[in-house]
């Protein structure tokens, strides 16, 4: 069930929004082939009507299963927003949809999600990559920091010896 609140509740006093809300639910398992939800979304909101407009804030929290966009490792990747804030505006050109009195998060929740998704995940940082068995890998520093020219991809183009 998407996270929907009743807008004629929120006529008396502010209502609070608490509980889980399934990947499915978001529709944002098939955005990214290196990035799945496979756990619930969790959430403690509290909403408000503040005149002509609805204003949300609380908590959600997501936990990301990734993988490394360069060795592939499996790896877990917290999403926690202790500070989310959602405006609503009722009325005007970007009033939100109104149906039978209810209003939906869930898209708002789902943008949020998605631009926090990271473009390249990566395990750490500094990860190498994946390297062939026996292989030296594409570049290796040496002692002094810089590159080893013989370990590197380019140094193999090198040596080719082309015609002009």
């Known amino acids: 069930m998407p996270l929907v609140f009743n807008i004629r509740h929120l006529e008396e006093k502010s209502v609070v929004l608490s509980g889980e809300l399934s990947a499915a639910e978001l529709g944002v ?6 990035i799945h939800v496979a756990q619930p979304l969790t959430h403690n909101l509290e909403v408000q009507k503040l005149g002509e407009s609805i204003l949300v804030q609380g908590r959600i929290s997501l936990i990301l299963e990734c993988e490394c966009a ?15 804030v959602c405006h609503l505006p009722l009325l005007g050109e970007e009033a939100v949809d109104v149906q039978n009195d209810c209003v939906d998060l869930t898209p708002f929740i789902r943008e949020d999600i ?5 473009q390249h995940p990566l395990c750490e940082p500094e990860c190498p990559g ?9 570049a290796t520093k040496s002692d002094s ?10 140094a193999e183009l090198n040596k080719l010896k082309l015609e002009e």
């Open 145 to 154: 920091g810089s590159v080893d020219a013989a370990a590197s991809a380019w």
């Open 29 to 34: 398992n098939e955005s990214d082939e290196l």
């Open 70 to 84: 360069r060795c592939l490792k499996p790896f877990q990747l917290p999403l926690d927003w202790t500070g989310w």
């Open 114 to 118: 998605l631009l926090a998704f990271p």
């Open 130 to 138: 994946l390297t062939a068995p026996g292989s030296r890998g594409l």
